[in-house]
């Protein structure tokens, strides 16, 4: 089936730090999701894309669909405690299947 | 308004009974989805409804696994003859039609432990 390759799975950051993650594809997806998981929590919906190359910010976080389809990232600027989290991508594919597939997460650490 | 609600929060049952588990979604919202957790991994598609109707029943593991809306809002998931693989978190998400349709919300999720 399809898979999503997430990296890096882990990351230890400096509180004001920017972040960068990013998912990869061997597929073409036409919509990609990023969402956050906290401990004992849901994911939550953070940015939905829908075109190839479209850039899409929600306050310190910007996520940007690639240009091949195959591809997207996510960048958090000037972090801070509370982005502690897992991020995950989420790809839907091509034609009209509506479930999402989910790259494996990127833990966030932000040190003090 | 309020989100997708599942219930139980956390289930433990013994090897080879079976379990329900529920999911509320948001009201409203058309489609419906379920998916399974293993910790240290992302969600993995399990199945999904449009109203009433399964439209994709391809992630279900094997015919242990069921799930039913019929009423085109509230879904059970029933794992029948539970086994100690099936252990993990059973997560639910829903989504409206229109615009954003392809965004999915999802709930708290039931943590089930099969001992």
């Known amino acids: 089936g399809q898979q999503l390759n997430q990296s890096p799975q882990s990351m230890f950051i400096q509180e004001g730090e920017d972040v960068s993650m990013n998912c990869t594809s061997s597929s073409i997806f036409n919509t990609w999701l990023w969402y956050k998981q906290e401990p004992g929590e849901g994911p939550v919906l953070l940015i939905a894309?829908?075109?190839?190359?479209e850039l899409t910010s929600n306050g310190r976080l910007t996520a940007q669909f690639g240009i091949t389809r195959k591809d997207s990232f996510l960048n958090i600027s000037a972090s801070i405690p509370s982005d502690v989290g897992i991020y995950f991508c989420a790809g839907r594919p091509s034609g009209s299947a509506r479930q999402l597939t989910f790259g494996s997460g990127t833990q966030l650490t932000v040190l003090p | 308004g309020a989100g997708v609600s599942q219930s139980p929060r956390y289930k433990v049952t013994k090897r080879g009974q079976d379990v329900a588990l529920r999911c509320d979604p948001i009201s409203g919202h058309v489609s419906l989805y379920w998916y399974r957790q293993a910790l240290g991994q992302g969600p993995e598609f399990l199945t999904y409804f449009n109203y009433e109707a399964q439209q994709d029943k391809s992630g279900l593991p094997n015919d242990r696994f069921s799930a039913e809306r019929p009423e085109g809002s509230i879904s059970t998931l029933t794992i029948q003859r539970t086994e100690q693989r099936d252990s993990a978190m059973y997560r639910c998400?829903?989504?409206?039609?229109?615009?954003?349709?392809?965004?999915?919300?999802f709930g708290p999720g039931t943590r089930l432990t099969v001992t």
């Open positions: 894309l829908y075109k190839a190359g």
């Open positions: 998400a829903s989504s409206s039609t229109g615009g954003g349709s392809y965004e999915q919300y």
